[in-house]
């Protein structure tokens, strides 16, 4: 997943806690993976959050890794 470099991890860390309900601790480790490009899921999983994401006014892309 892809998110704007200029977007504030608050603003994302929220839609993650909220969508993973994961705690504070937790979302942080979510978070460096997500903008590290680290994080992974199945296609349908990382849309639906890109599109949470999107619909908080945050840039998120999805994009297929080579396996």
């Known amino acids: 997943m892809l998110i704007a470099p200029s977007t504030g991890k608050a603003a994302v860390m929220r839609v993650l806690r909220a969508e993973l309900g994961v705690g504070l601790g937790g979302v942080r480790a979510v978070l460096e993976q997500v903008l590290t490009g680290q994080y992974a899921g199945t ?3 990382m849309e639906f959050l890109a599109r ?3 619909a908080s006014g945050i840039e998120a892309a ?3 890794t080579a396996d």
């Open 43 to 45: 296609m349908p999983e």
């Open 52 to 54: 949470k994401l999107r």
């Open 62 to 64: 999805v994009s297929r």
